[in-house]
């Protein structure tokens, strides 16, 4: 049964940064796909980033491209979100979640793709 259990969320003033970490247990993480997605109050769960397995490619939404690097260590079954240059925007749960790795093709940011989610950490951003 795969665990995905996230950390590193909290509160943080406009213009920080925050890195999120997403501990994986129960399988090989290398063997599979990985994305991070979250959900603001009132709000539809949306897609921030993701990654396929053994880190051939990754995905970003279009507003977070710029400001978000996702990795992957694979020999500590950790996927790592980095956020910089956060803005009240961003204050939502942020939750990792499982795929199947698809040989070849590109990572998703749809969530129906994903099969296995973390509880969520709270990320706030204010001053």
């Known amino acids: 049964q795969a665990q995905l259990v996230e950390s590193g969320g909290g509160l943080v003033e406009p213009g920080g940064s925050l890195r999120l970490s997403c501990a994986v247990s129960?399988?090989?993480?290398?063997?599979?796909?990985f994305g991070w997605f979250r959900q603001a109050p009132g709000k539809e769960r949306e897609g921030v980033s993701c990654i396929t397995a053994y880190g051939e490619r990754t995905g970003y939404a279009d507003s977070m491209k710029a400001r978000f690097t996702i990795f992957r260590d694979d020999a500590k079954n950790t996927i790592s979100l980095h956020m910089n240059a956060l803005t009240p925007d961003d204050t939502a749960i942020y939750y990792c979640a499982k795929a199947p790795y698809l040989r070849g093709e590109a990572c998703s940011l749809i969530s129906a793709s994903y099969d296995y989610w973390g509880q969520g950490t709270q990320v706030t951003v204010s001053s």
């Open positions: 129960g399988l090989r993480s290398e063997d599979y796909t």
